[in-house]
Every structure is written in structure tokens, then in C-alpha cells.
């Protein structure tokens, strides 16, 4: 043995030298929401309450974003379909709850409503449009954009151009005291945060739905299926598997999850034209940075995304935006595939 430090391509140190420094980046980070906080801290970043408020709001964005990359990555990740339209699906989901929710006075049969609605919008999209085009990404991605378009006036001749906003229920309204101690009081008393009980729902939501999906794709019949379908359909279909139907049902379950997240996100931000946008790039981002197909990839890429777009915003509204691509120009440079993309 040499003794040498193992070190990876590009002069990247080994990956117990990278889990050495996220343990170690973890700690601070926990001392720094547990502790009260010396001067000369706060005086170098701002109030705790502060940067606090950007790190759980970055955090719970990347649960919204996560809930939107996830069908993503399923449909363009996964299947190698483009499907450019995928923030429209969003946005329209959005609108198709606001309605049921308004109709009917109940939040959850909003969002029963848009995931059933936009699950079968996702399956007849692979029927009518995606089946005729299997393998030529440039018609898939021309047919999908010139599909936005029509879909946005669409949405805008139906709905206007105002800005909607679902009301959230009462047992999912308020405010819940964490445990990070902002401040004492003269005699001593630590003052606590309190945090938005429907933020926490919502991350809670896409952890949910983030472990259901791994465990689908990795440790069920029908994840195989998906896989094999992926990577060698002749087999599959020789094998008496019925392809087509494995295919409209990932493309219900990705469309459904947009409509889904529409909801969630109308009600924690806000439903306008242009939010259709807003998600679509979100989503490729997403996807590019944590790696195609890989819902681990995705979540880690929506973290880093949530974090970058709530701190820039905090403490540098000018330039914030710029980190979101600082983050994906990085990506590409040391790992083309993703962060947790498969290479070739």
C-alpha cells in the first residue's frame, strides 16, 4: 500500500473524503440551527431567523420541485420521451383543482381531482401522440412545444389572466414551534421558530411519494417491467408483456404527479400564466443535474436547486438566479451523465 489519498478523474478526492466533508458540513449546519448564535455570526451573514427562514424554505421549494421532477424524470429520465409540455401539465392541474376544490369546498377532492384528471390527459398524450413518434426526440420535442403553446391560450382564454390561489384547510393552516432556538430573552428563556405547518406537509409529501417511486422501480414487478421496457422492449415484448400499456401508465402516473404538485404548489405560491414555464425549466434542471431516470438523482438535484433559488434570493436578489446555473454548468463539467446518472 502507498498510502496515497485515493483520488477520482479530475483531481476530485475519493468518496470517503466526500462523506468525511458532508458529515462535517452537516455538523455545521446543525450547529448553526441548534445554537444561539455569537456576534460576530450574525454580523457576517444576518440574523439566525433569517437564514434560517432561506435554508427551510429552500428545502420545502425542493419538495414542491422534487413533486414535479418526478414525473419528469419518469417520462424524459427514464423513457427517453421529450415531453416539453410538462409544465403545462402542471399549471392545468393546477387550474382543474382550483375549480373542484372552489365547486365542492374541499381541498382534498381538489387534489383527487387533478391527479385522476391529469393521469388520464398523461396516458392519452402517449396514446394519440407519444406511440406515433417513439424515437424521434426532435419531432417529440417540436410537437410537445408547439402542445404548450396551444395549451397555455388555452388556459388563458379559460381561466384569464389572473392569479389564483387555493385556500389551504384549517388543519393544515398555521404555524408549529421547531426546536431552533432564534434568540433568549433577557432572563435567559430561548425564544423558538415557529414554521408553517403546510410547508412541513408538503416535504413530508414529496418524501412520501419520492420513497414510493424508488421502491416501485427498484423493488416490484412492474418497476422491472418499466426498466426492461426501457432497455430492451423486444425482449420484453417477445416475453408477453404488453409494452404499450407499461408505457401509457408511466406517462398517467408522471402527468398525475404534475397535477398533483399543481395543487400543492397553487396553495403553499400561487396559480398564473407563466407558472407552466417556471416548473418546465425547474424540472430540467432538476433532472439534468441529479441524472436521467434516477428518482435519487432527482431529489438531490431539486435540494440543491430549492437551497440555491431561496439563498440567492435572501443575499443576492440581484444575481440569485445565477446560481441555479453555477450549479448546473458544474454538474456537466465533472459529471455529464448527473449526479447520480448511469454513464453511456
Given at each position: ?50 437564514f434560517?427562514?432561506a ?19 419518469l417520462?424524459?429520465?427514464?423513457m ?33 381531482g ?5 393521469a388520464?390527459?398523461g ?30 391560450d ?48 408538503v ?11 424508488w ?18 422492449r ?66 438531490i438535484?431539486?435540494l440543491?436547486?430549492?437551497?440555491a ?15 441555479t ?10 459529471r ?9
Amino acid at each position: 500500500m502507498s498510502g496515497r489519498t485515493e483520488t477520482k478523474p479530475f483531481g476530485l478526492p475519493s468518496s470517503r473524503a466526500w462523506a468525511f466533508l458532508g458529515l462535517l458540513a452537516a455538523a455545521v449546519l446543525l450547529w448553526m440551527f441548534l445554537a444561539v448564535w455569537p456576534d460576530w455570526l450574525s454580523w457576517a451573514i444576518g440574523p439566525k431567523k433569517t437564514f434560517v427562514n432561506a435554508i427551510l424554505n429552500g428545502i420545502t421549494l425542493a419538495g414542491l420541485y422534487f413533486l414535479v421532477a418526478s414525473g419528469f424524470t419518469l417520462v424524459f429520465g427514464l423513457m427517453r420521451n421529450v415531453n416539453l409540455a410538462h409544465g403545462s401539465l402542471y399549471l392545468l392541474g393546477a387550474y382543474i383543482g382550483y375549480d373542484i376544490a372552489n365547486m365542492t369546498g374541499f381541498w382534498l377532492l381538489g387534489v383527487a381531482g387533478a391527479l385522476a384528471a391529469l393521469a388520464l390527459v398523461g396516458a392519452a398524450l402517449q396514446i394519440l401522440i407519444f406511440r406515433r413518434l417513439e424515437g424521434d426526440e426532435l419531432r417529440q420535442t417540436l410537437v410537445t412545444i408547439g402542445l404548450s403553446i396551444v395549451a397555455a391560450d388555452l388556459m388563458l382564454a379559460t381561466w384569464s389572466g389572473n392569479t389564483y390561489q387555493f385556500t389551504i384547510p384549517e388543519w393544515l393552516d398555521g404555524a408549529v414551534a421547531t426546536p431552533i432556538v432564534t434568540a433568549l430573552r433577557s432572563d435567559g428563556e430561548p425564544v423558538y421558530m415557529k414554521y408553517p405547518l403546510y410547508r412541513i406537509v408538503v416535504l413530508a409529501a414529496a418524501a412520501v411519494i419520492g420513497l414510493a417511486l424508488w421502491l416501485t422501480l427498484n423493488r416490484t414487478r412492474m418497476g422491472m417491467m418499466i426498466r426492461a421496457a426501457v432497455d430492451d422492449r423486444a425482449m420484453l415484448d417477445a416475453s408477453g408483456v404488453n409494452v404499450q400499456l407499461v408505457f401509457a401508465a408511466v406517462f398517467a402516473i408522471g402527468a398525475g404527479l404534475a397535477g398533483f404538485a399543481g395543487v400543492v404548489g397553487g396553495s403553499v405560491l400561487s396559480i398564473a400564466p407563466g407558472e407552466d414555464v417556471r416548473y418546465l425549466l425547474a424540472s430540467l434542471v432538476v433532472v439534468i443535474v441529479g441524472g436521467m431516470g434516477s428518482v435519487t438523482g432527482a431529489a438531490i438535484g431539486a435540494l440543491l436547486i430549492g437551497l440555491a433559488e431561496q439563498i440567492g434570493l435572501v443575499y443576492f436578489p440581484t444575481y440569485g438566479v445565477v446560481l441555479t446555473f453555477i450549479i448546473m454548468v458544474v454538474t456537466l463539467a465533472i459529471r455529464p451523465q448527473g449526479i447520480m446518472g448511469r454513464s453511456g
